[in-house]
């Protein structure tokens, strides 16, 4: 019976690390897929703004930093299974310049941001706050494992 214990404490173990190293494959091909894909979309006029995304014991937390946007009214937030999209317009048009030969403005009135989520959440229980220009988002877990009392 011994035996049996150490050969299960192994393998939760072994399973530990296994999940560990999956999650942490996750996070480096994220960071370097973002490092490949442009920050702007000059055909339709679109930013792609910066997000934070953090994972707590009971909820996913996106954060997404959206200035020159200053009516909640103005973000559209869709959630979609493993990920959340959000579109917000800006109050002004944000100008770049670019100098060379010739000069080009380009202007951008929108930003828009998917963003992949590491677990499953519960779409219930979603809120969303907007305060001077920072989107928080909060998303609990689904909840994966429940323990039923007997009567």
């Known amino acids: 019976?011994?035996?049996?214990?150490?050969?299960?404490?192994?393998?939760?173990?072994?399973?530990?690390?296994?999940?560990?190293?999956?999650?942490f494959d996750r996070m480096f091909e994220d960071v370097f897929r973002d490092f490949s894909r442009p920050l702007?979309?000059?055909?339709?006029?679109?930013?792609?703004?910066l997000?934070?995304?953090r994972e707590?014991?009971?909820?996913?937390?996106?954060?997404?930093?959206?200035?020159?946007?200053?009516?909640?009214e103005d973000i559209s937030i869709e959630l979609l299974e493993g990920s959340i999209e959000i579109t917000a317009k800006t109050s002004k048009p944000i100008c770049f310049e670019r100098l060379g030969t010739t000069q080009r403005k380009i202007r951008f009135n929108?930003?828009?941001?998917?963003?992949?989520l590491p677990t499953d959440v519960d779409f219930e229980g979603?809120?969303?706050?907007?305060?001077?220009?920072?989107?928080?988002?909060n998303l609990p877990k689904k909840v994966q494992r429940t323990r039923i009392k007997v009567e």
């Open 1 to 23: 019976m011994s035996e049996k214990r150490k050969h299960s404490y192994w393998e939760e173990l072994d399973e530990m690390f296994e999940e560990m190293h999956r999650r």
């Open 40 to 49: 702007m979309d000059m055909q339709q006029c679109v930013l792609e703004p």
């Open 51 to 53: 997000a934070d995304i």
């Open 56 to 72: 707590t014991a009971t909820d996913v937390i996106v954060t997404i930093d959206l200035p020159f946007v200053d009516k909640k």
């Open 110 to 116: 929108e930003f828009r941001k998917k963003v992949k």
């Open 126 to 137: 979603v809120t969303a706050m907007f305060k001077k220009g920072v989107l928080a988002i």
